[in-house]
């Protein structure tokens, strides 16, 4: 029994009208003692007070579980750098109409403080009170309690509810992208996105039919053999070919630290990674990954099953950035002795001066020999935004010339990379997935795998 009053002693809130009440009696008490009449009115207002406040207490402790709430997403899971949406679901079992305020308990990450939402709820009412979040990491995010503040009609006590076991939603690399790139793929409108339409150049070397001739196809494809049999003209029809294995080499060293848009460049290397393994996927090739810093940090071998995304996608869930130098000479060795078969791999990776690139430049080299390598790296948009500036004085003027020499740098990377036959993409973050798609598009168009 002294447990259970010290529970509802412990879930008892006290509400401003409570406080307006207590207020007003005391002026009515100190009035009392210039108007005696004051006095009796204050009394038997006091005594209402106490007696409605037991009255209050009641009605909204007699019930054990009077009131239901728990949160919920469509996925089940949190999607990185996009606004996800979430939904608090309340259901009330009183047999009157209350007042509530509902403070979720929301991840650290978020460091939001001021959640809370107001409403009231009819007797049996259930209502969906839908917010937003969007994380800007990748890792494991934990929800505390829910917490319920509920009045009754008398408002001068609200009963403290905490409901809905903490729990795990983890945060996986942007599926919500992965989701819209996978429909426009499939209808065949990805140039909304800005991917670009190119023309096919040559002809398809991997053989799927023969077929009649019809007016309009090609001559030179006429199977001869075939056509003495039918003794009508045939023809071979080609498709583009398939199979063809796609991987993405996604740079984890301390250069991928560097933000844009409260993201790491390494989140939206990862993000393009599962967009351009999706698509890869869908046009009938086989995306795998290879994660690298100073060591190989994850790796999963090309492939045509079932479960590729899903085993990209749980590859790259947690991958985080160290601060050690990348090491190209191990990855050398992995892709010469893991990767047989020649491939087309695109390096995610970011160099800002061209010495460093010069330190890399012969491993990068050797991979092109056997594979065809596609180097990408990252626009400084912010150094974009200072050469755009007009000076006011010699220290601006200072800055922007250390800053034309750095966006010249970067220029010198790509046309360093064309002197050797190494394609690159030089893109800023947010464009990084369409500019990679296109790169990879205009590759498979141009049969140069």
């Known amino acids: 029994m002294l447990s259970k009053a010290r529970n509802i002693f412990k879930q008892i809130r006290l509400t401003k009208w409570f406080y307006r009440a207590i207020f007003g009696l005391i002026v009515l008490f100190i009035l009392s003692f210039l108007f005696t009449v004051i006095y009796d009115i204050a009394f038997i207002l006091l005594i209402l007070l106490v007696f409605s406040m037991g009255i209050d207490i009641f009605i909204l402790f007699r019930n054990p579980e009077p009131i239901v709430a728990n949160r919920s997403s469509k996925f089940q899971r949190l999607s990185n750098g996009d606004v996800n949406d979430l939904e608090l679901k309340v259901q009330n079992y009183f047999p009157f109409k209350i007042q509530i305020s509902v403070i979720d308990e929301l991840p650290v990450q978020f460091q939001v403080r ?17 917010f937003q979040l969007r994380p800007v990491e990748r890792g494991e995010y934990h929800f505390g309690l829910i917490n319920l503040f509920v009045c009754s009609p008398i408002s001068l006590i609200e009963r403290h509810i905490k409901v809905e076991e ?16 996978e429909l426009l793929a499939i209808s065949n409108r990805l140039s909304e996105l800005g991917v670009k339409k190119i023309r096919r150049i040559g002809h398809s070397t ?11 196809d090609d001559v030179r494809t006429i199977n001869w053999k075939a056509t003495a049999r039918k003794n009508q003209l045939m023809i071979n029809h080609y498709r583009d070919e398939r199979a063809q294995q796609v991987y993405c080499l996604v740079d984890m060293g301390r250069i991928m630290k560097m933000p844009f848009e409260e993201l790491t460049l390494l989140d939206y ?20 990954l290879i994660g690298f810093s100073n060591k190989i940090n994850v790796a999963v071998n090309a492939d045509r099953k079932g479960n590729q995304l899903l085993r990209l996608q749980e590859g790259l869930y947690n991958a985080k950035t160290n601060f050690e130098e990348s090491n190209y000479e191990n990855l050398l060795s992995f892709t010469r002795t893991k990767i047989t078969q020649r491939s087309l791999l695109l ?4 160099f800002e001066t061209l010495s460093g690139l010069r330190r890399q430049l012969k491993y990068i080299r050797k991979m092109a020999t056997q594979h065809l390598v596609v180097v990408i790296f990252f626009e400084n948009t912010e150094l974009k935004e200072l050469l755009e500036q007009k000076p006011q004085n010699t220290f601006q003027i ?4 250390i800053a034309q020499k750095f966006d010249f740098e970067k220029r010198q990377i790509t046309k360093e990379l064309q002197q050797y036959g190494i394609l690159s993409v030089y893109t800023t973050p947010q ?10 598009l205009e590759i498979k168009t141009r049969g140069m795998i």
Not at 206 to 216: A, C, L
Not at 347 to 350: D, G, K, V, Y
Request: hydrophobic share 35%.
């Open 114 to 130: 001021d959640f809370k939402i107001d409403s009231s709820l009819d007797k049996g009412e259930s209502k969906r009170f839908a």
């Open 166 to 181: 903490p729990f795990m939603m983890p945060c996986y690399p942007s599926f919500l992208k992965l989701r819209q790139y």
């Open 206 to 216: 991997e053989f799927e039919q023969i077929k009649e001739y019809v007016t309009g």
């Open 269 to 288: 290397a990862i993000n393009a990674s599962l967009v351009l393994g999706h698509v890869a996927w869908i046009k009938q090739d086989k995306p795998g």
């Open 347 to 350: 390096l995610f990776t970011n």
């Open 398 to 401: 200072y800055e922007q010339t």
């Open 431 to 440: 464009q990084l997935t369409v500019n990679s798609l296109n790169k990879y």
